[in-house]
């Protein structure tokens, strides 16, 4: 039964994962069309004789233009860059919290992932949109400010309301596999230690934070990934300064309908991960042969 | 184990971050007045405008069935994912198969959107709600897989030879005995499933067509204009939905553990 | 329990085996764990595999039951060649190490699986069912699951469950291991038991020679994937072929030197041992067990008598195990029963004392 049980959904994540990448480089290599769809050369299956012509036409040129254009280099970066301080916001608050939980007394460990998980499954969409109320110029922190009598904060629409918001929406994603590991290890090796003469800070180091350090790898991972391509956060929260891929992604897409440009943004940062996302489904698949 | 006063801290800290601007919202759902700064009165208006409003309605529609349908064909496809993986030790193509699995639980949604849009169009399909429980089981039944397969992985083997042993074919060892013991797992996953798609904006964005707007579709074009009173209401509300799911859930395979 | 004069199928030409093991061998990979074996097991036999962990035993069992396919040769069953037969076609029943109960059935539904399986019509399954119960009387758990009983009381339900079937072959995979030894010993006795009423064929794997001793019939006793020796328990114990086998089983003395056909030659200045044996001259050892030893602070008149002094003494209430060192250090056991109670032992520690026993109490081993 092994044999046929594979096949299903082989097949179905070869036409809707995989394919699909194919499709969007043949489209970056394709160009810019009033039509619809907005992009040349349409692949004609039936006929094999255009093929030929189909496949001269194919340049380089829509890779050209996100080269020549500091706009989309500034972008990537500046994604690059909110990734990497958002996880390492994320991981400077989350880890404490995990460690909390963990060491908190049995019965309460259930209600604490409760807890956690309980903002996960409501909406994300709704969660940054509670911030806006917040953080907008005649939102909730500036009347609670206006109460202590400090001026009004200008956050909105700026770098760190991105920040703010995406620490907020990913925290959980961090917390998780980091109480998990944390979870999982033998209090008796602490007592071990310390019968050897290490101190409690040593101990923490050198044991606690190193059996972590899967949770950790798998929550950056799980943090930084998706966040270097985030479109909603830098949407609401972010003004025309925070300058995110994934918005300007779907602006190419959907405001300047050019997508080959879009396409092409989109395989570049396809690349840009490539790396980050198969060190990550090696981690994960080690940790579950690890844990068999 | 007491927890010390730093671990205790760092909790309600974290807490309450996680949670006042949640709070904050749910209060401001009653707030009679349309701005966040004045209150004005306790008022269930909005509640009452967000129920009339069709264009909700519709969108909650479209959003529950695309979540179900997906949510199940995902729950499908992602066990049998899983006993691939954990059962099936090498076969040729296990490293891209597994690939395919992880990848989407950290491809960012824009890239996904945009990739399976351009299948949809190659395809000729008509966008709507097909196109998206399409693109929501894909992505969710990655998530399935892993819940099921960290079930899978401790489950003891020899429970399945002995069905074998006194007579079961392989479907029949699946279905009376590995089947009924992950099934926690299982139904885990498809609730995964299923919120993950009820709360999904990107993809929807994407590969959705006329006539299939989306919940979250319809919140997102509202709040880009602003803070929405009815927005909030919308908000509390599925809120209390989630809430009461966790709860009910966690109580249940409380009651089952005990059992 | 068998005595070997009435229950012996194997000295007999005209018994045919029911399984045969005909140049099995197995590889996972580079690692030969089962090297060439061939074996005959007979129609109700209680056969044990015996050895030590990582030595094949398991494997050997799983390729019966059709878990693991050999990698060359053939394993039948009756006439049959058991090849390509998947595991649920066979007539071939286990029980599994960690018993394998269903958690999510109860007792009853846990021994109707396997009927349910063959499709049955529901009375006749509901006698079966019935009649295992008595036979591990477990009647009144019938409708419990099994994290409601207790670990002996789980194995019976394993037991049952694999016995529902009537199979030709009941494979056990180290069952009772995790009883505590009281437990252990009851249930060896009741599975004994249960064998010959029902007279199905068992198979057993230990690593616990005890166990192996009181249960079978014949035992194998095996070591990195080859079987040493195939005998009855008492032959085993008395005529092992080999020092594994002679240490393997019990505790025996093993006196190295030079075998001159009459005498076994082992120090210097010391009288040579006599032992009555055919084993042609040359390098050997003495294996002597223990209990045929006597000890003595007098020289007595015997065959063999060696001095020592005593090291050592283990009481275990009903013997005591003296450890004696004799010329060229090397270190004897005897044992003693403790006859008398309350009397002076008048050996103890640092005592010079004489070993002593007959020329058949031992055996000249080459291997």
Redesign the interface.
């Known amino acids: 039964m092994k044999r046929i049980v594979v096949w299903p959904p082989y097949i179905w994540l070869l036409v809707l994962f995989l394919l699909p990448f194919a499709l969007v480089f043949k489209i970056a290599l394709s160009d810019y069309a009033i039509a619809i769809p907005p992009y040349t050369p349409t692949f004609d299956i039936a006929d094999p004789a255009s093929w030929g012509a189909t496949l001269r036409a194919f340049d380089f040129e829509n890779f050209q233009w996100l080269l020549d254009d500091k706009l989309y280099y500034t972008a990537y970066m500046s994604s690059l860059r909110i990734a990497f301080i958002s996880t390492v916001l994320a991981l400077l608050i989350g880890y404490p919290m995990a460690y909390a939980m963990a060491r908190a007394p049995q019965q309460w460990r259930g209600l604490l992932m409760m807890l956690v998980i309980l903002p996960f499954w409501s909406s994300f969409l709704i969660r940054i949109y509670a911030w806006i109320g917040i953080l907008s110029n005649e939102g909730f922190l500036n009347m609670v400010l206006g109460w202590v009598g400090i001026p009004p904060l200008s956050i909105m629409y700026t770098d760190t309301a991105v920040y703010i918001g995406i620490v907020y929406a990913y925290l959980p994603f961090m917390i998780l596999p980091i109480f998990a590991s944390l979870d999982r290890m033998d209090a008796s090796l602490l007592e071990a230690a310390e019968d050897l003469g290490c101190t409690r800070m040593s101990a923490f180091w050198r044991i606690t934070f190193r059996l972590s350090l899967p949770g950790i790898l798998a929550g950056c991972f799980l943090v930084f990934i998706p966040v270097v391509g985030e479109y909603i956060v830098p949407d609401l929260l972010g003004g025309s300064n925070t300058l995110m891929i994934g918005k300007v992604l779907v602006e190419e897409f959907f405001n300047n309908r050019d997508w080959p440009v879009a396409s092409a943004v989109a395989v570049v940062l396809l690349f840009i991960l490539v790396i980050p996302i198969v060190l990550f489904q090696r981690a994960a698949e080690r940790r579950q042969s690890a844990s068999a | 184990?007491?927890?010390?006063r730093?671990?205790?801290v760092?909790?309600t800290l974290?807490?309450a971050?996680?949670?006042l601007?949640?709070l904050?919202?749910i209060v401001?759902s009653f707030n009679e007045s349309r701005?966040?700064?004045v209150w004005g009165g306790f008022s269930t208006k909005w509640y009452g405008e967000l129920f009339q409003d069709a264009r909700f309605l519709d969108a909650a529609w479209v959003t529950f069935y695309v979540a179900f349908i997906s949510s199940t064909v995902a729950t499908v496809?992602?066990t049998?994912?899983a006993?691939?993986?954990?059962?099936?030790a090498r076969?040729r193509?296990r490293t891209l198969?597994?690939?395919?699995?992880?990848?989407?639980?950290?491809?960012?949604?824009?890239?996904?959107g945009?990739?399976?849009l351009?299948?949809f169009?190659?395809l000729g399909l008509d966008r709507g709600g097909f196109t998206i429980i399409?693109?929501h089981?894909?992505f969710s039944?990655c998530y399935v897989?892993?819940v099921v397969?960290?079930r899978l992985?401790?489950f003891?083997r020899?429970?399945e030879?002995?069905?074998?042993?006194?007579?079961?074919?392989?479907?029949?060892a699946?279905r009376?005995?590995t089947l009924?013991?992950i099934a926690p797992a299982v139904a885990a996953g498809w609730l995964l499933a299923f919120?993950l798609s009820?709360?999904d904006?990107?993809i929807a964005s994407?590969v959705s067509g006329p006539g299939a707007t989306t919940l979250?579709m319809r919140?997102?074009s509202e709040?880009?204009l602003?803070?929405s009173p009815k927005?909030?209401a919308?908000?509390a509300i599925?809120?209390g939905l989630?809430?009461l799911?966790?709860?009910v859930a966690?109580l249940t395979t409380?009651r089952a553990a005990t059992r | 329990m068998m005595t070997e004069d009435i229950f012996a199928p194997w000295a007999d030409p005209s018994q045919t085996p029911l399984i045969r093991y005909a140049n099995v061998t197995k590889k996972f990979g580079d690692f030969t764990a089962i090297d060439d074996v061939s074996l005959d097991i007979f129609p109700g036999e209680f056969f044990a595999l015996l050895g030590p962990s990582g030595c094949g035993k398991t494997t050997l069992m799983r390729m019966l039951a059709g878990f693991e396919t050999p990698t060359s040769g053939t394993i039948s069953l009756g006439d049959q060649d058991m090849g390509t037969v998947p595991p649920n076609k066979r007539p071939v029943n286990m029980m599994f190490q960690s018993y394998a109960l269903f958690p999510h059935l109860n007792v009853w539904d846990n021994i109707a699986f396997g009927l349910r399986r063959d499709g049955l019509p529901k009375d006749q399954v509901a006698a079966r069912v019935e009649e295992m119960l008595r036979l591990v009387q477990l009647q009144k758990f019938a409708k419990r699951k099994p994290d409601a009983i207790s670990g002996g009381q789980r194995q019976r339900v394993a037991l049952a469950r694999s016995l529902a079937k009537s199979p030709k072959v009941l494979l056990l995979d180290e069952p009772l291991g995790a009883l505590d030894k009281k437990l252990r010993q009851e249930t060896q006795f009741e599975l004994v038991d249960i064998q010959e009423k029902t007279g199905t064929t068992f198979m057993i794997v230990t690593h616990d020679q005890e166990e192996a001793m009181t249960v079978s019939s014949r035992i194998a006793v095996m070591d990195e994937g080859v079987i040493k020796q195939i005998d009855t328990p008492s032959t085993l114990y008395e005529a092992p072929a080999s020092r594994y086998v002679a240490d393997f089983i019990g505790d025996v003395n093993l006196i190295p030197g030079d075998w001159r056909g009459d005498a076994l030659h082992w120090a210097e200045g010391q009288a040579p041992l006599a032992v009555a044996s055919d084993v042609a001259p040359g390098p050997a050892w003495l294996a002597l067990r223990p209990e045929k030893i006597a000890i003595a602070k007098n020289k007595p008149q015997a065959d063999n008598a060696v001095q020592g002094q005593v090291i050592d003494i283990a009481y275990l209430g009903n013997l005591s195990t003296y450890v004696v060192e004799i010329a060229g250090g090397q270190k004897v056991r005897a044992q003693a029963t403790n006859a008398r109670r309350l009397s002076r032992r008048d050996i103890t520690w640092n005592d010079q004392v004489w070993l002593s026993w007959t020329a058949t109490a031992g055996l000249v081993l080459t291997e």
């Open positions: 184990m007491k927890l010390s730093f671990n205790i760092s909790l974290g807490f971050f996680l949670y601007p949640i904050i919202l401001f701005l966040v700064t496809l992602g049998m994912a006993y691939t993986l954990v059962r099936g076969f193509g198969f597994s690939g395919m699995i992880y990848a989407p639980l950290v491809m960012p949604e824009v890239i996904t945009l990739s399976l351009l299948l169009i190659s399409l693109a089981a894909t039944m897989s892993v397969s960290s992985v401790s003891d020899s429970l030879e002995a069905a074998l042993d006194l007579g079961a074919t392989g479907w029949q699946f009376l005995v009924p013991i919120t009820l709360d904006l990107v994407f979250p919140i997102f709040v880009r602003g803070v927005i909030n919308l908000s599925l809120i989630v809430t799911g966790v709860i966690s409380k």
